[in-house]
């Protein structure tokens, strides 16, 4: 199947500095991707909707400024918590969706769970 | 609004037994409904359903959906404790590739 790869899996960083998490599809093309913050006990919550080359379609209430979205080519997306704050701290998830060979399945990465201390 | 409900949102079961798990939805432009399952990091793919009456299969898990009633189960049987999990359900509709997801039905097999 198909596999996306998330790094880094565990972040622990200080209060004001910038984060950035990358999500890579390695045996597919991805032509969308997709950004998820999960609360523990709680479902996946969309925040951004990123199309390779263009700019990210954000969810109400995402802050597109403080959450950065890079869709640079068709196997890599990176998001960027600027400025990070204890408020950020969560669990991030990626998806990747391919229409071709995968025929139409998002497939996620492992997350990333980022500490604000 | 497009919504997707599962049910129940939790279960406990001994090893062995069987589980049925319940995903109902309403949405305007469906265009299939997936099942993952959770466990401690991020959601695995299980299935992608698109026809009503065509089960998948893949070892002791099955799924099938029915687009009249708008629903579709996901069958575990001889359960074993690693089929401990949350399992998600969601639909992808037609307009930008989005998941609705359902609140997912938390599934604890008990030794």
């Known amino acids: 199947g198909a596999v996306v790869s998330q790094h880094p899996s565990r972040v622990i960083c200080k209060s004001g500095t910038s984060v950035k998490i990358e999500c890579r599809s390695l045996d597919f093309q991805a032509t969308t991707m997709f950004w998820y913050r999960q609360f523990p006990k709680q479902s996946l919550m969309l925040m951004a909707t990123?199309?390779?080359?263009?700019?990210?379609?954000?969810e109400q209430g995402v802050e597109k400024d403080k959450f950065l979205i890079n869709h640079a080519s068709l196997t890599l997306s990176t998001l960027t918590v600027t400025s990070a704050h204890p408020e950020d701290s969560s669990f991030y998830i990626c998806s990747a969706r391919d229409g071709g060979t995968y025929k139409n399945i998002q497939y996620f990465g492992a997350g990333t769970r980022l500490s604000v201390l | 609004e497009d919504k997707v409900v599962q049910s129940p949102l939790s279960l406990v079961v001994h090893e062995g037994d069987t589980v049925t798990l319940n995903c109902s939805y309403e949405v305007t432009n469906f265009r299939s409904l997936l099942w993952y399952k959770q466990e401690k990091k991020a959601p695995t793919f299980l299935f992608m359903l698109?026809?009503s009456g065509i089960e998948k299969k893949s070892g002791r898990l099955s799924s099938i959906l029915d687009k009249k009633e708008l629903f579709s189960i996901l069958n575990i049987t001889a359960t074993q404790t690693g089929d401990s999990a949350v399992y998600l359900c969601?639909?992808?509709?037609?307009?930008?590739?989005?998941?609705?997801w359902g609140a997912g039905t938390k599934l604890i097999i008990k030794p």
């Open positions: 698109t026809s």
């Open positions: 969601a639909v992808e509709v037609d307009s930008n590739y989005q998941l609705i």
């Open positions: 990123s199309n390779e080359g263009s700019k990210a379609t954000y």
